[in-house]
């Protein structure tokens, strides 16, 4: 069975930064597109970034470009999202994921079918 557990979430100021991680059990990572997205209350759930597996290619949605990275470890079998320069409308649940099939990507909400729980990331003064 896989699971996926994200942790780093919390409450920040705006302009900081935090890391979210994502430890992943029953599936070795390594052939599996991977992303992060997130959910902010009343609206639908958005792609923030996907990872691929076979050549390193990296989707960001353009409101986190230059803010947010991407990132794993094969060895830990864990995801990472990086955050910097964080906003208000970064507010929102955000869940990880790992892709449907092996040797894909995409940044499609659909191609993704194993996910985690969520974490809470608010940020507010």
């Known amino acids: 069975q896989v699971q996926l557990v994200e942790s780093g979430g919390g409450l920040v100021q705006p302009g900081g930064s935090l890391t979210l991680s994502c430890a992943v059990s029953?599936?070795?990572?390594?052939?599996?597109?991977v992303g992060w997205f997130r959910q902010a209350p009343g609206k639908v759930r958005e792609g923030v970034s996907c990872?691929?597996?076979?050549?390193?290619?990296?989707y960001y949605v353009d409101s986190v470009k230059g803010r947010f990275t991407i990132s794993r470890d094969i060895t830990k079998n864990t995801i990472y999202l990086q955050m910097n320069s964080l906003k208000p409308e970064d507010t929102a649940v955000y869940y990880c994921?790992?892709?449907?099939?092996?040797?894909?990507?995409?940044?499609?909400?659909?191609?993704?079918?194993?996910w985690g729980q969520g974490t809470q990331v608010t940020v507010s003064s």
């Open positions: 990872l691929s597996a076979f050549d390193g290619s990296t």
């Open positions: 994921a790992a892709a449907r099939s092996p040797y894909s990507f995409s940044s499609r909400l659909g191609s993704f079918g194993s």
């Open positions: 029953g599936v070795t990572l390594e052939p599996y597109a």
